[in-house]
């Protein structure tokens, strides 16, 4: 994959970060074409799930540091990577499953990586414990997803 321009973004892990940074990613993702509202809207709820998951999972009560690289995609794509050095996912098939929550007692529903998996046409999630996580996803243009990924 070829990329035609990057964002980085770091940002304290701080509920208040999460809507700045979905914000920044689809500002940022208008380079590609022109989206849909909807595909927009895909992506704004994917970076939402992933920085939250990053804030409420990764550093549960501490504040620690989130970081975003998106890059453009030659072929009309976007890829975003958030990132953490945070706690980790000890089992992570276990965590890509649907309404699958450490945080049930905080009313959390287990649903974003599903959300995630859903609006996006990969995701990839590494982990390990106490070397924090890396949530990659792409999304291609509605018009050139069918000859990618």
Do not use: C
Request: hydrophobic share 45%; glycine share 6%; charged share 20%.
């Amino acid at each position: 994959m070829q990329i035609k321009n990057t964002m980085l973004l770091s940002f304290p892990s701080f509920s208040q970060n999460e809507s700045f940074a979905r914000q920044a990613v689809a500002a940022f993702a208008l380079q590609v074409g022109d989206w849909t509202l909807v595909e927009l809207d895909e992506i704004m709820t994917a970076v939402s799930e992933a920085v939250t998951n990053a804030i409420i999972h990764a550093y549960d009560q501490t504040v620690g540091e989130v970081r975003i690289r998106a890059n453009i995609l030659e072929g009309d794509g976007i890829e975003i990577i958030v990132e953490d050095d945070g706690i980790g996912i000890d089992n992570i098939k276990q965590a890509l499953e649907p309404m699958f929550t450490t945080k049930s007692q905080q009313e959390r529903t287990g649903m974003g990586f599903s959300f995630m998996e859903s609006f996006m046409h990969e995701l990839v999630v590494t982990s390990a414990p106490n070397q924090g996580t890396s949530v990659r996803m792409v999304k291609w243009l509605a018009a050139n997803s069918d000859t990618q990924g």
